[in-house]
């Protein structure tokens, strides 16, 4: 038994490589559901959705004293909820989701993100993580 599974479009995989992550990574953008929950035996667990090339990455650590933080490129970044310019629409779960426009990286570093949590358990400091 691994320490990480996969769950996507209502599918539970265990992970045993790097290399397969990121084959599901890059997959996502073409995917009806765009959208995989990465989760530690632990019960850590980050929410991975993609919109083309943007990807919105929560991470929810197993504690009750700990809060979710979500990957952004822009922690100064507040979006106005009347404008549409400040937000990207992300499929999750078959929902349409508004995701703040900062909380939107690029695919690649979206994929070091998670390798990186996957290799490490630890959340990669080249993006700011927030709690709002």
């Known amino acids: 038994m691994t320490e990480w599974t996969l769950e996507h479009d209502e599918e539970e995989v265990?992970?045993?490589?790097e290399q397969q992550l990121?084959?599901?990574l890059l997959s996502l953008p073409a995917d009806k559901e765009p959208c995989v929950l990465l989760e530690h035996?632990?019960?850590?667990?980050?929410?991975?959705?993609?919109?083309?090339?943007?990807?919105?990455i929560v991470f929810?650590?197993?504690?009750?004293?700990?809060v979710g933080l979500s990957a952004s490129m822009d922690p100064r970044f507040h979006a106005n909820p009347d404008k549409e310019g400040d937000w990207y629409e992300?499929?999750?779960?078959?929902?349409?989701?508004?995701?703040?426009?900062?909380?939107?990286i690029p695919q690649e570093i979206a994929i070091e993100v998670v390798?990186?949590?996957?290799?490490?358990?630890?959340?990669?400091?080249?993006v700011a993580w927030r709690s709002d």
């Open 14 to 17: 265990e992970v045993e490589s």
């Open 22 to 24: 990121r084959d599901i």
């Open 41 to 56: 035996f632990s019960g850590d667990y980050m929410t991975v959705a993609a919109n083309g090339l943007v990807v919105a």
């Open 60 to 66: 929810q650590p197993n504690s009750r004293h700990k």
């Open 90 to 104: 992300f499929l999750v779960g078959g929902t349409p989701t508004p995701v703040p426009k900062d909380r939107c």
């Open 115 to 126: 390798v990186h949590f996957f290799r490490h358990r630890a959340l990669l400091d080249k």
